[in-house]
């Protein structure tokens, strides 16, 4: 059982930077892909941005350049450092940990409010 908890989401204006944190419990935390989802309102979740148990990283196209996901396996943290953010970028952002190797497992975090505005 692994549990998540995001922080780090806020208020910020648009140009301006965050840095998201995703805290795990449990161990064997090095052996989980991570990624960070969003959702916007009336919008469908979706993947920003991955980065695998080998250190592999993909994102989505509309945030490459700006947001950079990274993970200290000794601290069972995974982090997204968001800069230029945009109003779009405006959504809730859940952490997710996924084991893909049998038995298969995947857990969330509770969400964390990002809100890009002026």
């Known amino acids: 059982q692994v549990q998540l908890v995001e922080s780090g989401g806020g208020l910020v204006q648009p140009g301006g930077s965050l840095r998201l944190s995703c805290a795990a419990s449990?161990?064997?935390?090095?052996?989980?892909?991570l990624g960070w989802y969003r959702q916007a309102p009336g919008k469908q979740r979706e993947l920003v941005a991955g980065?695998?148990?080998?250190?592999?990283?993909n994102y989505a196209d509309s945030v490459k350049g700006r947001f950079t996901i990274s993970r200290a396996n000794l601290r069972n943290t995974v982090y997204l450092q968001m800069n230029s953010l945009k109003p779009e970028d405006t959504a809730v952002y859940y952490c997710?940990?996924?084991?893909?190797?049998?038995?298969?497992?995947?857990?969330w975090g509770q969400g964390t409010q990002v809100t890009v505005s002026s």
């Open positions: 449990g161990s064997s935390f090095s052996i989980y892909d």
């Open positions: 997710n940990a996924e084991k893909t190797t049998l038995p298969s497992r995947t857990y």
């Open positions: 980065i695998t148990t080998s250190g592999n990283t």
